[in-house]
């Protein structure tokens, strides 16, 4: 199947799982990862009307970025981890970053975005599944990584991220997920600009959307299986 073929097939899916559990058509935006992927993949979703890519590695992101850079309203989102020496290409070239876990590298975002670019959005990446995974903050650290972001003039908080280990069924998959959720409710009761909760990928869209996702970020099933994976 080809890249236009598969996007179809993935916003027909989005759709029939937002009315499964009688969510609003449209309410879960679509972010296609194209890491690994050649240029002519992602032109080839964007002439299908794909406008927001999602990209795991700093250099081949801002390769991208400038090979694409005739593509105006493109929205490069930046879901990889992030080294201090890399945040300055991320704060230049990125419009989101889902992965903020460290306070450094919020800092550093806000002080290097450039003047003429609106601020950076970012997400805060959370832990859900313990020791599983070194990236993102534990939940009891939430309220703190908050009130340090919020403070920062260059990166506007959106939401919350994150990367579960996978389940073997949807229902633990969504048992996983509702902490998270809670957690998001309620920083959307204090702040009406928190309007994304970036999670499920091509293997746990559904229970995603059914965990009150906004933002799916989907590779596989929109570019193909990668040869390398990250
Ligand atoms: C690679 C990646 C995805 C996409 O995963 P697929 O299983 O290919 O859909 C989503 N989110 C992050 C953070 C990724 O690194």
């Avoid at 927001?52 to 992101?61: D, K, L, M, S, T």
């Avoid at 981890?81 to 590298?105: C, F, G, L, Y």
């Avoid at 928190?194 to 869209?205: E, K, N």
């Amino acid at each position: 199947m080809s890249v236009a073929e598969n996007l179809k097939h993935v916003r027909q899916q989005i759709l029939e799982l937002e009315q499964r559990v009688n969510r609003t058509s449209g309410s879960v935006c679509l972010l296609a990862v194209s890491k690994t992927k050649p240029l002519a993949d992602i032109e080839a979703a964007y002439a299908a009307g794909q406008r927001r890519f999602g990209e795991n590695y700093v250099q081949e992101a801002v390769d991208k970025n400038e090979s694409l850079s005739h593509l105006k309203d493109i929205e490069w989102h930046f879901i990889g981890p992030i080294q201090s020496n890399k945040s300055r290409q991320i704060a230049e070239t990125m419009t989101w970053v889902h992965t903020i876990d460290r306070e450094k590298i919020a800092r550093r975002l806000s002080e290097q975005r450039p003047a003429n670019l609106p601020p950076l959005n970012v997400l805060i990446q959370v832990n859900i599944s313990g020791e599983v995974s070194k990236s993102g903050i534990l939940l009891e650290q939430l309220d703190d990584m908050i009130l340090l972001v919020k403070q920062l003039p260059n990166i506007k908080l959106r939401g919350l991220m994150a990367i579960p280990a996978p389940q073997t069924s949807e229902t633990d998959q969504i048992q996983v997920y509702a902490p998270l959720y809670q957690a998001f409710k309620a920083l959307q009761q204090q702040d009406c600009d928190i309007d994304t909760l970036s999670i499920g990928m091509s293997g746990d869209m559904a229970a995603a959307i059914a965990s009150g996702s906004t933002m799916v970020r989907v590779g596989t099933a929109i570019f193909g299986a990668r040869d390398y994976t990250s």
